[in-house]
């Protein structure tokens, strides 16, 4: 028998390969052209007199000799120190994801477990809190932080954005949860196993896509995150967004552009390497209410 695909008409084959391309181009366009530009100087690539510069790259050439220049590259990671920025982005994800993913999955499942009403206003609670504005949430922070003598340190931030993150967690996890049948957990207790270890070794592995699509929202949450790093970290201890930030300068003071540039696509591309290997995950925990007793 035919397949569905071939017994649709070939116009309309044609139309929606041709859609899905264009929207590749179109979606993808943002960064080729941040990627290309990255390698050009900053009076071709935001050329006034000519946008056609950014891709012949005259005043490139006429600079550096050479269409292409990584200068940008070597401004931000070696003349502003940007590799600083990198480190200190991935020590903050690293902490926010394993501890919001130890309180979230812990907490997810006790609640799906309860029985007691309390357990659906603890969820509304945490949902209204993590549907408050990051920005007035930080601001109850920043007075113990002054006193405390804990401003502008990396393990304040890594509180607050688990503070902020854990309600989001909490819910995608508990939602995940419910969708396990119960049968599981009392059968592996009557095979003698303790709660935990019902949890543990049975629970955990059904559950593993969903831990790793919450973990890598999680993880985004922080990775770029602006407004709780720029207010909570002092300048030597920043992140990538707010050190990005930071180059385009200020009415005070003179930025470089194309460090930005360079900046952009060095914390963009991960993104893509980190989204493309756990495809299969994000997209099994997405699709995780299909799990059957």
């Known amino acids: ?23 590749l181009i179109l ?51 070696v003349q502003e120190e940007f590799w600083k920025a990198v480190i200190n982005t991935f020590l903050v994800c690293f902490f926010v994801v394993c501890t919001s993913l130890t309180i979230g999955t812990l907490g997810g499942y006790a609640l799906s477990r309860s029985g007691y009403r309390y357990t659906f206003w603890l969820l509304i609670l945490a949902l209204i ?9 930080v601001s109850g922070y920043l007075l113990p932080f002054f006193e405390w003598n804990l401003w502008g340190i990396l393990p304040t931030t890594i509180i607050v954005l688990v503070a902020i993150n854990q309600p989001f967690t909490l819910w995608m996890l508990h939602s995940f949860f419910q969708k396990i049948p119960k049968d599981l957990d009392e059968s592996a207790m009557v095979d003698g196993c303790t709660r935990f270890q019902a949890f543990r070794h049975v629970i955990i592995p059904v559950m593993w896509p969903g831990v790793i699509t919450t973990g890598l929202f999680s993880f985004l949450l ?40 360079a900046s952009v696509v060095s914390a963009t591309a991960p993104l893509f390497v980190l989204v493309m290997f756990f495809q299969r995950q994000i997209v099994s925990g997405l699709t995780a209410g299909a799990v059957k007793g």
Do not use: H
């Open 129 to 137: 809190f993590r549907a408050m504005p990051p920005i007035t949430l």
């Open 1 to 23: 028998m035919a397949s569905a695909a071939e017994k649709q008409p070939m116009g309309l084959r044609i139309f929606l390969y041709g859609f899905v391309v264009f929207w």
């Open 222 to 261: 922080a990775y770029n995150d602006f407004a709780v790093t720029a207010m909570l970290l002092s300048k030597e201890n920043q992140t990538m967004v707010p050190k990005i930030a930071s180059f385009l300068g200020t009415t005070q003071t003179e930025g470089n552009v194309m460090f930005a540039v």
């Open 27 to 77: 979606a993808a366009f943002p960064f080729l052209w941040t990627l290309w530009g990255s390698f050009k100087v900053e009076l071709d690539f935001f050329s006034k007199a000519d946008w056609t510069n950014a891709l012949s790259g005259a005043r490139t050439m006429a600079e550096t000799g050479s269409a292409f220049t990584g200068a940008g590259y070597e401004g931000a990671w």
